[in-house]
């Protein structure tokens, strides 16, 4: 069963900065995709960052400049850095993993979301 475990987030004044973690726990080889997203109240869950097996990243505009998603796949973990923090990225976040399950499928599999809180 393949467990995600995410850290890092809490409360930070407007233009500080968090670093969050998350761990996933499957064969380095499976592991594809992985990407962070955050759910404000009222609101759909949305796409921040995202970075291939092989590094490429992408990222949502209103993140763009600000946040730097990266991965080291010795750990199979996953990070977001998040510099220049507004009030309006106050959200759970969540990350996100996709892993291959077998030889032509893949899961998606999701953390238990870390709460991030920026206040003004």
């Known amino acids: 069963q393949v467990q995600l475990v995410e850290s890092g987030g809490g409360l930070v004044q407007a233009g500080g900065s968090l670093r969050l973690s998350c761990v996933a726990s499957?064969?380095?080889?499976?592991?594809?995709?992985m990407g962070w997203y955050r759910q404000a109240p009222g609101k759909q869950r949305e796409l921040v960052a995202g970075?291939?097996?092989?590094?490429?990243?992408d990222y949502a505009d209103f993140v763009k400049g600000r946040f730097t998603i990266s991965r080291d796949n010795a750990k199979n973990t996953v990070y977001l850095q998040m510099n220049s923090l507004k009030p309006e990225d106050t959200a759970v976040y969540y990350c996100?993993?996709?892993?291959?399950?077998?030889?032509?499928?893949?899961?998606?599999?999701w953390g238990q979301g870390t709460q991030v809180t920026v206040s003004s």
């Open positions: 970075i291939t097996s092989r590094g490429s990243t």
């Open positions: 499957a064969r380095t080889s499976s592991i594809r995709a």
């Open positions: 996100n993993v996709n892993i291959m399950t077998s030889v032509v499928r893949s899961t998606d599999y």
